[in-house]
C-alpha cells in the first residue's frame, strides 16, 4: 500500500513517532528518580505533558496511515461523475 507520506519524511515521521511513545512509556521511571532525589515536576504537569504527548503520537499516527491517492486517478473519477 502506499502513504501520502513516504520516503525520508516517513522515516523521519517514524522516528519522531518512536521517540514520543519511549517518552510515554519512560516517564514515569524518571519521574520518580527524579523525586527520590528532591526534584521532580508536579502532578498536574506531568500529566498535561502526557496528554500532550499522546496528542501528538495520534496526530502523528493518522498521518502516516493516510493513504496516497493518484492526482490524475482522481481526476479521472471526477470526470466520470460529471
Known amino acids: 500500500m502506499r502513504y501520502a507520506i513516504s520516503g525520508q519524511q516517513r ?3 517514524k522516528k519522531e513517532l518512536s ?3 519511549l517518552l510515554i ?4 521511571h524518571y ?4 523525586r527520590v532525589y528532591g526534584g521532580g515536576l ?4 506531568c500529566n498535561q505533558i502526557i496528554k500532550d504527548t499522546e496528542e501528538k503520537i495520534r496526530i502523528i499516527e493518522l498521518e502516516l ?5 493518484s492526482v490524475i ?3 479521472k ?3 466520470l461523475l460529471k
Open 11 to 13: 522515516r523521519i515521521k
Open 19 to 21: 521517540q514520543l511513545k
Open 25 to 28: 512509556r519512560n516517564f514515569w
Open 31 to 34: 519521574e520518580d528518580i527524579d
Open 42 to 45: 508536579e502532578d498536574h504537569i
Open 65 to 69: 496511515s493516510e493513504p496516497h491517492i
Open 73 to 75: 486517478r482522481e481526476e
Open 77 to 79: 473519477i471526477n470526470s
